[in-house]
């Protein structure tokens, strides 16, 4: 069974970092592109970030580039998502989805952690 | 303003069929494979199609996707009471590098 288990979130000031995990079990981790997706209160989803199986190949939203950098270690089947100089606009629940085998469009999803940036 | 456009809202009586709608470009749902996800309140967005028409074990067939062009639907027949969510499409975009979703479809059973 595909499970995947965010922690790291929390309340910061605007202008500070939080650094979020993802922990994934029941899939061979290496083989697999792993994304971060926000949701903002009361809105719809929005993806933020993702990257390859082998960890090579990183993409990001225009709207995070430069202040936020994901990694994945497959040794530990965790990926992470760096977020610096946060800003209020960046509240959201924060989900860890694992990518369709071959594609970057999630299919399993974890169950999210909320990032709350006050100002 | 999403890069996938979808109607904000959609209703139907139980047992009605009714059709979700995903717009999108050349550079996403006209060259990549559609996506659609269901989210209950609360709870983290679930698999409903992949690769435009193909169920996940466990979705009933009653759920169906599709894709033409630039456009994808997802039909749900036999509507029931659980069905009531908010849907949305996904596809990866070539020329943004980037997964884009549509802003989702509030879908409510009268």
């Known amino acids: 069974e595909v499970q995947l288990l965010e922690s790291g979130g929390g309340l910061v000031q605007s202008g500070g970092s939080l650094r979020l995990s993802c922990a994934a079990s029941g899939f061979i981790f290496s083989s697999y592109a792993i994304n971060w997706v926000r949701q903002a209160p009361g809105k719809g989803l929005e993806w933020v970030s993702g990257?390859?199986?082998?960890?090579?190949?990183?993409h990001y939203a225009d709207s995070v580039k430069g202040r936020f950098t994901i990694s994945r270690d497959n040794s530990k089947n965790t990926v992470f998502l760096q977020m610096n100089n946060l800003r209020a606009g960046d509240t959201a629940v924060y989900y860890c989805?694992?990518?369709?085998?071959?594609?970057?469009?999630?299919?399993?999803w974890g169950q999210g952690t909320l990032v709350t940036v006050s100002s | 303003q999403s890069v996938l456009t979808q109607t904000p809202s959609a209703s139907g009586t139980p047992g009605q069929r009714v059709t979700i709608s995903c717009s999108g470009s050349s550079s996403n749902i006209g060259s990549n494979y559609v996506y659609w996800y269901q989210q209950l309140p609360g709870t983290a967005p679930k698999l409903l199609i992949y690769r435009n028409n193909q169920r996940p074990s466990g979705v009933p067939d009653r759920l169906s996707g599709s894709k033409s062009g630039t456009s994808a639907s997802l039909a749900i027949s036999g509507l029931r009471s659980e069905d009531e969510a908010d849907y949305y499409c996904a596809a990866w975009d070539d020329s943004l590098s980037a997964v884009v979703f549509g802003g989702g479809t509030k879908l409510t059973v009268l």
């Open positions: 990257i390859s199986g082998s960890g090579g190949s990183t």
């Open positions: 989805a694992k990518a369709y085998y071959g594609d970057y469009t999630p299919d399993y």
